[in-house]
């Protein structure tokens, strides 16, 4: 009997993704597994919402390509699992691209009901494009995901949203209150902590003249921000810095403006910054604010909401906070009151969205509570599950950062509304019944009048401000999990969420995210936290639009297909480290594919024997060997990191099975010389080795493995489980040790005959090659594949010549007592 393969096709061609796709999508409209959930383990992912504001570049491609990776392990292992996608649609971004985009200004055009609804149908309609071209690409990825539509601008998401105002502020964790507060003069709104970001830029430390009020004597006093010497309320010094000994409770007079300070000691105070006097004023930075509170200061805020010098900054009035610096270092240098000005760099907080340097100003904003809360998180955060453990740290040392209060509400349009009416009579702050979505702004109050002190409805003034996003987001493991919209499955996904996130969100996404569902729920919000690092150009750069280094995914996946790009996504790196676009890897997946399909091709030849009464000792040790490959495969999968499987399963695949196995056992598996036992034995192996390799290989290279897998064994690789043992054998290990040195005499014979100009398939004459003792049950195999003579030894002799480790050449005929034939 003829055996001829399956397979027809000689290569692996990637327009065969496109018919999977096709295939995929019939196989999961006909499904019926709606309530499969009931019967299975829950895993539900709260996939990272991406924000639609744009296409993603291959570093964002890659990291929803993981997710899908890990999905589909856990569906191997028999679980239930929910990977929903939807998109991250509130917030300030998408406002910014359609002010460029239409010449618009967003707050001239919100400034009546008729302009918002005009401005926010714009925001939606940008949204909906950029959403599309998202899906597009996780699609062909063959990302498993569930695309739900109602993304956190749909009325269910910000319905959501409200309910956990409405919930925490009646609970007493929501507070209004007037605060200084960091403040985007762009976006025109407050900031929270976690969005600020500190850029290194180059300024000018300027040292200024002070006057020692009733005296003649002048105090030098450095600093970078000049232009708030009109709000300067103290100098303060080091307490152990001698220079300044005596000068506490006195008073100076600032430059220019004549304002007297009073000087005050101070441990926090660097002595080696400038000439160790800081200017306390309101505000310059933390450090101001902190001092103001601590020694009971006045603030005078000179700087408006429009990043522009108030009345009360007298020559400077009407200026922007640049110019203004520019205006009095001009006036000090006139009037001989700048000493110096050094050149220096120094960080600068600026906005996390359009990067402008940020004010502090005094502003009345709704606060969630945080800092009582700050040991109850770290408790918390202690025992999570975090995936590397390093990144556990980083979560824990911004919990220690935190001065203030969350505030939450933010002077945007494109976000989901506070639910907040106020009655302008009796100043009380009224929040509905939850339930439905809300919108004060341009809706009738839900009461005929004031319930606290009885005015008429034309007394309740709704509120117009938007939440900050993260507000939104941070809830987003309770939409995928059903919080209150399905009880039964809440209670059984919950306890098995996997959060899988970028190391840059850590601070905003992971900790608002564990923070409110804490308060929430009194329970942690995830079981595992699988974080990663940054995608980078490959120079190693953040790929940005304003560098021109921003790539494109699509192509890529056009030119080698979506498995050869997954392949680059799962190999680049080990999770947790930064991970750099490298199309030779790219090039290594499409490659790898190609083997694969080789590999099927060649086994589609033979018969699936499933049972064998006896297996050669080679094909027992390679077994073995394949069986260390797949351990550590599942290893990394259980580690939730897809480098180690990706790595260990190539190296398997293709250097193992490929290389050696396939070699060894062709003329076996093919020839009707060999008695149908030990064709059968090579059988079994080839194909229990290759089935198991496409099982475990399948979640990162979901298309190839597919569909050999349907050609060789009928049935969908992502319809099986975990591959069971391919060996069972109390000596796994040193039958594993054997196939290792099979593949080192294999590789050294291999350069010995390509040394003497040999051809592989040529003999070795007047040699044998002597092997160690442990190898001898596998010298038939050996014999014949090489074409030479084999022995054994159980320690070399002088005369032989060495050609790889343990390996030798012993001259024919051979004398030694310590050689056997």
């Known amino acids: 009997m003829k055996l001829e393969p399956k397979i027809s096709e000689t290569r692996w061609d990637v327009n065969k993704e496109l018919e999977l796709l096709d295939l995929w999508r019939k196989e999961a409209a006909s499904s019926t597994g709606a309530a499969e959930w009931r019967e299975k383990e829950v895993l539900v992912i709260d996939t990272p919402p991406p924000y639609a504001s744009g296409k993603w570049h291959v570093g964002g491609a890659a990291h929803y390509a993981q997710i899908d990776m890990i999905a589909r392990y856990f569906r191997l292992k028999g679980y239930y699992v929910l990977v929903p996608f939807y998109a991250d649609r509130n917030g300030l971004p998408v406002e910014v691209q359609v002010e460029k985009t239409y010449n618009i200004n967003a707050k001239e055009m919100a400034a009546t009901p008729e302009g918002r609804r005009k401005f926010l149908e714009l925001c939606r309609e940008f949204l909906d494009k950029a959403e599309k071209d998202l899906v597009n690409v996780w699609t062909r990825l063959g990302c498993s995901f569930d695309y739900w539509r109602d993304g956190t601008d749909s009325p269910k998401y910000r319905a959501m949203t409200q309910r956990t105002f409405i919930d925490l502020f009646k609970r007493g964790m929501i507070y209004e209150a007037e605060r200084p507060v960091r403040w985007c003069p762009r976006c025109g709104t407050t900031l929270a902590e976690a969005e600020i970001e500190y850029e290194e830029r180059e300024d000018f430390i300027y040292f200024i003249k002070y006057r020692l009020a009733d005296s003649d004597q002048d105090l030098v006093v450095a600093t970078t921000r000049p232009e708030l010497l009109p709000a300067c309320a103290a100098l303060a010094y080091n307490p152990q810095d001698n220079r300044y000994k005596g000068l506490a409770g006195k008073r100076a007079v600032a430059p220019i403006f004549g304002n007297e300070v009073s000087i005050v000691e101070h441990p926090s105070v660097d002595m080696n910054f400038g000439t160790g006097l800081e200017m306390v004023c309101s505000y310059g930075d933390e450090d101001d604010v902190r001092l103001f509170r601590e020694l009971n200061l006045k603030p005078k805020v000179i700087i408006d909401q429009d990043g522009r010098m108030t009345e009360e900054a007298g020559f400077l009035a009407g200026l922007k906070v640049e110019e203004a610096r520019r205006k009095v270092v001009e006036e000090l240098e006139n009037r001989g009151l700048l000493v110096k000005k050094v050149r220096v760099k120094h960080t600068v907080p600026v906005c996390w969205r359009c990067k402008t340097p940020l004010q502090i100003i005094n502003r009345t904003e709704l606060f969630l509570r945080q800092l009582d809360l700050r040991e109850q998180m770290k408790e918390l955060v202690s025992k999570l599950d975090v995936r590397p453990e390093f990144h556990r740290r980083k979560l824990l040392e911004w919990l220690d950062s935190i001065a203030m209060d969350w505030p939450i509400s933010r002077d945007r349009y494109y976000g989901t509304e506070i639910p907040l009416w106020r009655c302008t009579k009796c100043g009380s702050l009224l929040v509905p019944e939850p339930g439905r979505y809300y919108r004060p702004w341009e809706e009738e109050p839900p009461w005929d009048r004031c319930p606290a002190c009885g005015a008429p409805k034309e007394y309740l003034k709704g509120e117009t401000r938007v939440f900050d996003t993260w507000f939104d987001s941070s809830i987003s493991m309770l939409y995928v999990t059903k919080w209150l919209e399905d009880p039964e499955f809440f209670k059984k996904a919950s306890p098995n969420v996997l959060r899988p996130q970028g190391e840059d969100i850590i601070r905003t996404w992971l900790y608002y995210s564990l923070l409110r569902v804490y308060q929430l729920t009194g329970k942690p919000a995830f079981r595992w936290i699988r974080i990663t690092g940054m995608g980078l150009d490959p120079k190693g750069r953040p790929m940005h639009k304003s560098l021109g280094n921003v790539i494109d995914p699509d192509p890529i996946i056009n030119k080698y297909g979506a498995d050869a790009f997954r392949f680059w ?253």
């Open 569 to 821: 996504a799962a190999s680049s790196a080990k999770l947790g480290y930064d991970y750099r676009y490298d199309e030779k890897k790219v090039i290594t997946g499409r490659n790898f594919a190609t083997k694969l399909w080789n590999l099927a091709r060649f086994i589609s030849a033979f018969p699936e024997s499933q049972e064998v009464s006896s297996l050669r000792p080679i094909d027992r040790a390679f077994l073995a060997l394949a069986q260390q490959y797949l351990d550590a495969a599942v290893k990394g999968y259980e580690d939730l990191d897809v480098y180690e499987p990706a790595v260990q399963l190539y190296e398997l695949s293709w250097n193992v099975f490929a290389a050696h196995y396939v070699e060894l056992v062709k003329d076996r598996a093919y020839s009707e010389g060999y008695p149908y036992e030990d064709r059968a034995s090579a059988w079994y192996t080839l194909h229990r080795i290759f089935r198991a390799a496409l099982v475990l290989l399948s979640p990162i290279m979901p298309f190839v493995t597919d569909y050999v897998y349907r050609q060789l064994y009928g049935r969908s690789v992502h319809a099986e489980r975990l591959p069971e043992k391919l060996i069972e054998a109390p000596n796994l290990n040193e039958l594993a040790e054997d196939a290792r040195q099979i593949m080192n005499v294999n590789s050294s014979v291999w350069a010995y005959k390509k040394a003497s100009g040999l051809r592989l398939t040529d003999p070795i004459k007047d040699y044998a090659v002597a092997v160690p003792a442990r190898l001898s049950p596998y010298l038939d195999d050996l014999k014949l594949f090489h074409k030479a003579k084999f022995v054994t030894y159980e320690r070399p002799l002088p005369d032989w010549t060495n050609i790889g480790p343990g390996i030798y050449l012993a001259p024919l005929p051979s004398t030694g007592a310590d050689l056997s034939i």
